[in-house]
């Protein structure tokens, strides 16, 4: 009978098993074609490099280094990690005790024993004229243990739940990781697209001085008018104005990268050394299927971990439905000095007492309570099985979105260059001209801020498409492989917690970094127990 109860007890789980809610994925993005790029199969482990820019590749590989944001989510790899060991405890004998005592008693007089020890001390006591009560020393040593027998699946469930939630937190890392690779890519743009507006700037600012000496001569001579003289003047400082302004966002996006490199704000130029140009992206692009995003996104696969983990939850609640059947046994030894006994006898095998035997404990009036709890964990698992059918939508929306922008971008570029190149011509020819006497200095002015602002368009719009290109990689979930069969947590933060704390074989990349299959289905990989 008993065995049947430990194989029962081994098969039945209350509750239901996850699977990965439907989603509705096209085939292919509705942006990508018309020789714009390519849709198969792609590997995204470095995109970076499609830049062909070794500044942008040591600054990523150091953000990966350094950055304390990602640390953190290491940590809170490890503390799901940890908590996973705990549940896993729960599965095997839930009481383990050792105990031992030693009692000084007295009894008065008429005082009212209980208990088999107490009423053998009144029975002495008796037996001893006992009309004045009795005093005696009682000591005890041995252990205890209790097994609530996982019959119904509880602790089984509560285990897939851990589990899910440890792999979870190893996706929100890798998430963290494609967030950083994106936004250590983004800010360097920023910074290679200011330098150059900056350097527009000034170029026309050079420019700008020249048509202004020009302009105070012709006046000096008497041929050009104050007019002249105030315009080239006004279009002088106008564009002087515009540095500061991009001198400010040049060192806040250098601040914002200094931490994201994980130092204080400060001078990056030894990081920064090379040609100040904004990174240029390849003339064909492998966009991928949208089906790979259900296995690349990190954030979706979290999302369905998550899902896995609550699902196992209404397994856990559901339990407390059914009565509830353990074992305990308790063995040890009983001594006193009462009559002629001795506080030593208690290492006789004589006075040895043992306590074993099967309970069971039903919450029968409970079950509203319990119901509703099932409840409760069941429309918390809807919620997040909603969220993740809608995480996918987003994903989707978001490849797309930044897909429009990239290719729209480069042709937004194609027609600023050729609008660049004609403003630079027309300017040449309207200072060549009010030089001569045949143009006003209106003439120039306005070739002048034409080509200021062209010159200016073409480089954000530059910028916009190498940074439009990282938002597509990021939106594919792009990144997080350079982790693979590497640690989360850096050497040194590993050294400082194993001087702290013993963590056993926790701090192990083998313990708390799992491998990454192409497909994972979520609550159905136990741990290693």
Request: charged share 20%; aromatic share 8%; glycine share 8%.
């Amino acid at each position: 009978m008993l065995a049947a109860v430990f194989i029962l007890s081994g098969c039945i789980k209350v509750g239901p098993d996850f699977h990965r809610p439907d989603v509705a994925v096209p085939s292919d993005w509705t942006e990508a074609g018309e020789n714009q790029g390519e849709t198969g199969p792609a590997d995204y482990r470095s995109w970076w490099r499609v830049f062909n820019d070794p500044i942008l590749d040591r600054l990523i590989d150091l953000a990966y280094r350094e950055n304390l944001t990602l640390r953190i989510a290491g940590a809170r790899v490890l503390e799901a990690r940890a908590l996973l060991g705990i549940v896993v405890g729960e599965y095997f004998p839930q009481t383990q005790q050792g105990f031992g005592s030693v009692h000084y008693n007295r009894t008065s007089r008429g005082s009212v024993q209980t208990g088999t020890q107490q009423s053998s001390a009144s029975q002495s006591s008796a037996s001893l004229g006992g009309g004045s009560g009795l005093s005696f020393w009682q000591s005890q040593i041995g252990l205890t243990a209790s097994w609530e027998l996982d019959f119904w699946g509880k602790y089984r469930r509560a285990i897939e739940s851990a589990d899910a939630s440890w792999l979870a937190s190893v996706a929100d890392y890798d998430n963290a990781l494609v967030a950083l690779t994106a936004d250590v890519a983004n800010s360097y743009i920023t910074i290679r697209t200011l330098e150059t507006r900056l350097d527009i700037a000034r170029r026309n600012t050079q420019t700008q001085r020249e048509n202004l000496n020009i302009a105070e001569a012709r006046f000096k001579y008497g041929t050009a008018t104050q007019l002249d003289l105030d315009q080239a003047e006004t279009s002088l400082n106008t564009t002087l104005a515009t540095t500061p302004s991009l001198e400010a966002q040049l060192r806040q996006t250098k601040h914002g990268l200094s931490v994201l490199l994980g130092m204080a704000p400060g001078d990056l130029s030894g990081y920064l050394n090379g040609p100040a140009t904004i990174p240029v992206s390849p003339p064909q692009v492998v966009f991928g299927i949208p089906a790979d995003l259900l296995r690349r996104r990190p954030d979706i696969r979290a999302a369905e971990h998550r899902a896995a983990a609550q699902s196992a939850q209404i397994g856990v609640a559901k339990a407390d439905l059914y009565p509830a059947f353990s074992l305990s046994g308790t063995f040890g030894f009983l001594s006193t000095d009462i009559g002629g006994a001795s506080l030593s006898d208690m290492f006789n095998w004589s006075s040895r007492f043992i306590q074993a035997g099967p309970s069971f404990q039903w919450n029968i009036l409970n079950y509203g309570r319990i119901s509703n709890n099932v409840r409760l964990q069941d429309a918390r698992l809807q919620e997040l099985l909603i969220t993740y059918q809608n995480m996918v939508l987003t994903a989707q929306q978001e490849v797309e979105d930044n897909l429009v922008a990239f290719l729209r971008a480069r042709d937004r570029a194609e027609f600023l260059a050729r609008s660049t190149a004609a403003a630079a011509r027309s300017l040449n020819l309207a200072v060549l001209q009010y030089q001569q006497g045949i143009k006003d200095f209106t003439t120039v002015l306005i070739a002048q801020q034409s080509l200021l602002n062209e010159q200016d368009s073409l480089a954000t719009t530059m910028g916009s498409i190498a940074s439009s290109l990282v938002g597509v990689y990021r939106a594919l979930g792009g990144g997080w492989e350079i982790r693979e069969g590497k640690e989360l947590v850096p050497p040194e933060i590993r050294k400082e917690m194993e001087q702290r704390t013993d963590w056993g074989k926790l701090l192990a990349p083998a313990s708390y970094n799992p491998p990454a299959p192409p497909e994972h289905k979520p609550g159905v990989r136990g741990p290693d127990w």
